[in-house]
C-alpha cells in the first residue's frame, strides 16, 4: 500500500531533550516535506526537499533541521524543543513538487512541556 | 505571499444542500490544490487544477479558477455528513504549495 508513515504518533517531551520525528515513504517520491499545524495558523511548511541531499527551508524553519540521506526518509530533528514547537506536524511527499498532490502521513502530535 | 486564504471559514449546511468555498492568492501558480483534513487527521488531496484550466470535476466536486482575479472556489454537491471536514486550498508555485488556514464545514444530517 503506498503511504507515508510518520512515528511516533504522540510525543510528549521536556524543554532541551533533542528528538526526531521520521517520516518515510513508499512510493519512491522525489518531493517530500514536513508542515506545522497549529490552531488559527492553519498548515506552515518548515522544511522541504526535493530530492536526495537536497533541503531548503519553508516558512518556520527555526528550531528545526532536516536530513535527506535517502529517497524514501526525511527525519524532522529538534535539536532543542521548547515549547512553542508544542504542534501537530505532518510529512508529505509528491512526485513532482508542487506540481503533483501531495501525500500525507497521519500525523505526529508533540508536546513541549 | 504565495499562501491561499478561504472563505469562509466556517460553514454549515444541511445534508443535500451545496457547498461552497472561496479561496484567494496574491502570487502566480501553477496550479491549485484543494485537501480535505478530518478531525486533526492528515489532509486528503481532492483536485488540482492547473493554471490554465477554468474548471475541472470529480464526483461531487467542482473547482473553478480565475488567474485574473487570483481566486478559486470549490463546490460540494449534495452534501452527505461525511463531508464534514475542513478543507484546505493550496496555491502551487515554485516548487512550494502554501496551505491556508482551512475551511471548517459541518453537514447536519
Known amino acids: 500500500e503506498a503511504q507515508v508513515t510518520q512515528n511516533p504518533r504522540y510525543l510528549i517531551t521536556v524543554t532541551g531533550k533533542k528528538l526526531t520525528v521520521t517520516c518515510s515513504q513508499n512510493m519512491n517520491h522525489e518531493y517530500m516535506s514536513w508542515y506545522r499545524q497549529d490552531p488559527g495558523l492553519g498548515l506552515r511548511q518548515i522544511y522541504y526537499s526535493m530530492n536526495v541531499e537536497v533541503t531548503d527551508k519553508g516558512d518556520v524553519p527555526e528550531g528545526y533541521k532536516v536530513s535527506r540521506k535517502e529517497k524514501r526518509n526525511f527525519p524532522l530533528i529538534l535539536e532543542s524543543p521548547s515549547p512553542n514547537q508544542t504542534s501537530l506536524y505532518f510529512c508529505?511527499?509528491?512526485?513532482?513538487?508542487?506540481?503533483?498532490?501531495?501525500?500525507f502521513g497521519n500525523g505526529t502530535r508533540l508536546t513541549v512541556t | 505571499s504565495q499562501q491561499g486564504e478561504e472563505d469562509p471559514q466556517a460553514l454549515s449546511i444541511q445534508e443535500g444542500e451545496n457547498a461552497t468555498m472561496n479561496c484567494s492568492y496574491k502570487t502566480s501558480i501553477n496550479n491549485l490544490q484543494w485537501y480535505r483534513q478530518n478531525s486533526g487527521r492528515g489532509l486528503v488531496h481532492l483536485i488540482l487544477?492547473?493554471?490554465?484550466?477554468r474548471e475541472k470535476h470529480s464526483g461531487r466536486l467542482r473547482v473553478t479558477l480565475d488567474t485574473s482575479k487570483k481566486s478559486s472556489s470549490l463546490l460540494i454537491t449534495a452534501s452527505r455528513a461525511a463531508d464534514t471536514a475542513s478543507y484546505f486550498c493550496a496555491p502551487g508555485g515554485n516548487n512550494r504549495l502554501a496551505f491556508g488556514k482551512g475551511n471548517q464545514v459541518v453537514v447536519i444530517p
Open positions: 508529505a511527499s509528491t512526485l513532482q513538487g508542487a506540481n503533483s498532490p501531495l501525500h
Open positions: 487544477i492547473r493554471s490554465n484550466e
